[in-house]
């Protein structure tokens, strides 16, 4: 069963350096997204991406965040200079057009020191 | 966007049992979707609904939606220890492409 895929699982960063996330989507689906969830709360709303643009952004995803499309099946997320503030677990997302079911990656904990 | 607020927020019971969270909202939605989160681990897709449907089914799993209550609920029927994880309902608008999460319901199952 396709599923989507997002690497690392696990990245131990310091703070105020770059990093970039990675998310395979599932292959025919045309609609993408990032979300977050910091260790005991609720899950966060980032991005979402379809047609090469983003569609939508939350106020969390300010200009330290950018996504981006590089090829027909990597959709990243890269933190510019990371803080503290950004540990947290983070979920890539895909699903098809219309009214149809989202479904998520395994997840990436990035943990600032 | 509009969040769902699940209730309860923490529901323990024994193995066997049946299992009830429910998911309250605002405003108009165009879907609601459930899913499941074991510790620490990724998101699992369990059903989605759409506003024009009532109930649907998968197995252990019953999803009613009562849109003039502005309410859903997802049913486990015969709960197992395997069930124990966190439940969360994900709402998307008439508006946007992005669904918002709720708190979430923690379950535990007891052997």
């Known amino acids: 069963e396709p599923e989507v895929t997002q690497t690392p699982s696990h990245q131990v960063t310091q703070m105020g350096q770059e990093v970039i996330l990675r998310c395979v989507p599932i292959?025919?689906?045309?609609?993408f997204y990032w979300y977050r969830q910091i260790l005991g709360q609720k899950v966060e709303f980032l991005v979402s991406?379809?047609?090469?643009?983003?569609?939508?952004k939350s106020e969390i995803f300010d200009d330290q965040f950018s996504v981006e499309r590089p090829d027909g099946s990597n959709f990243t997320l890269k933190i510019r200079s990371t803080k503290l503030e950004d540990s947290a677990m983070y979920f890539c997302?895909?699903?098809?057009?219309?009214?149809?079911?989202?479904?998520f990656g395994q997840g990436t904990r990035l943990t600032v020191v | 966007s509009q969040q769902g607020e699940e209730d309860p927020q923490a529901l323990s019971i024994q193995e066997g049992e049946n299992a009830t969270m429910n998911c309250s909202y605002k405003t108009s939605i165009n879907n609601l979707q459930w899913y499941r989160q074991n510790s620490g681990r990724g998101l699992v897709h369990l059903i989605l609904i759409r506003s024009n449907e009532r109930e649907k089914h998968s197995g252990r799993l019953r999803v009613t939606l009562d849109t003039s209550k502005k309410s859903s609920s997802l049913l486990i029927t015969a709960s197992r220890a395997a069930d124990t994880a966190s439940y969360f309902c994900?709402?998307?608008?008439?508006?946007?492409?992005?669904?918002?999460f709720g708190p979430g319901t923690r379950l535990s199952v007891l052997p």
């Open positions: 292959s025919n689906h045309l609609y």
């Open positions: 991406f379809y047609n090469n643009e983003i569609s939508e």
């Open positions: 994900a709402l998307r608008d008439n508006y946007g492409q992005n669904f918002v």
């Open positions: 997302a895909s699903r098809r057009t219309g009214n149809t079911e989202a479904f």
